[in-house]
């Protein structure tokens, strides 16, 4: 058992990718068969609850006192999202640890940039400029809680508590709640129902993904083997052209900017930024830690063939290394 502690970020628990791909037309055999041994290694049954497309976070509740991490560690700034701290402070909750995501009201990608109009760190906005972006983005952008799991229910750990049960008490405290909502959640018995299900979701409401998980799994911190991700995607070779991200001149960027490169012009054109922070499977590193010896030395300004957006990233680097996006 891994003890837990309020007021103590908990390393999330995380999905993986999976090989399933429901996009063909028809689903191939192999696709059904590996959902087939899903289902028998979580005892018959999974639970298929909706992807959203918001920011991931971790929220500990005591009374007033509310905090939002993030994925790393970092903390929302809670006077950005008021009328969600207002909502959990209503709810009386005792050193409540609670795992969801952050996204807009309307869902799906509007929600998510709704969310990027939002969110704002703490220590890294001004008070100045926070008083002038609570005039504008948060009456234009409205946000939700979609909550997943519960950790932590008035001081009492949960995380080695079956999935399904953690599932019964969140149901059980934020039931009818405008701000914050239950994750939707289906239970699942064949490949068929799954493949159904992402159908209508996924493929014709357009919503980000499904997850899948086992009913009887107790949650483990930092864990990215347990809970599957299927999702629409498509590959993408891009090159690096700057980063971003970096807490320390010690450490690693968390972000590249990446770009693609347009022939017929000669330049490299940016789309925008992805997350190094994430298992390479390759190497079992981080990304961030496998490109910094590829990367090569930064730049204050972009090479002339390099067109940026509205975005620009903290350091340039010469377009010479590809990722597969």
Partial sequence: ?????????????????SDVDLNDKPVSQESLTMLETLLDEAGGSLACELKEDGFRCQVHVDGE?????????????????????????????????????????????????AMQARARYQGRISEKALREYRKTKIKDFPVQLV?????????????????ETRR???????SGIDMIIPISRTLTTT?????????????KEKYEGLVLKQ?????????????????????????????????????AYSQALVGSYLPERDVYQALGFVNLRRQNPATGNL?????CSLLGKERAAPPKNVEIGTKEPEVYVTPNVVIEV
């Fill in 1 to 17: 058992m891994k003890k837990i502690a309020f007021g103590t970020p908990i390393e999330p628990m995380g999905p993986y990718y």
């Fill in 147 to 163: 909550v997943f799991d519960m950790l932590m229910d008035d001081g009492t750990p949960l995380i080695d508590e079956p999935n």
């Fill in 287 to 291: 990304f961030a830690e496998d490109l």
């Fill in 191 to 203: 490949p068929q129902e799954i493949t159904a299900l992402y159908t209508q979701k996924v493929q």
């Fill in 215 to 251: 009913p009887q799994l107790r949650y483990i911190p930092g864990d990215k083997k347990h809970w599957v991700k299927l999702k629409r995607f498509e590959p993408l070779d891009l090159v690096i052209l700057g980063l971003s991200g970096s807490e320390s001149q010690s450490s």
């Fill in 65 to 113: 006192n509310i905090r939002l991490f993030t994925r790393g560690a970092g903390e929302f700034e809670p006077r950005c999202f008021p009328e969600i701290i207002e909502s959990l402070g209503a709810l009386g909750l005792e050193q409540t640890i609670l795992d969801g995501e952050l996204r807009g009201c309307t869902g799906k990608y509007d929600g998510f940039k």
């Fill in 168 to 174: 019964a008490s969140l149901e059980d405290r934020f």
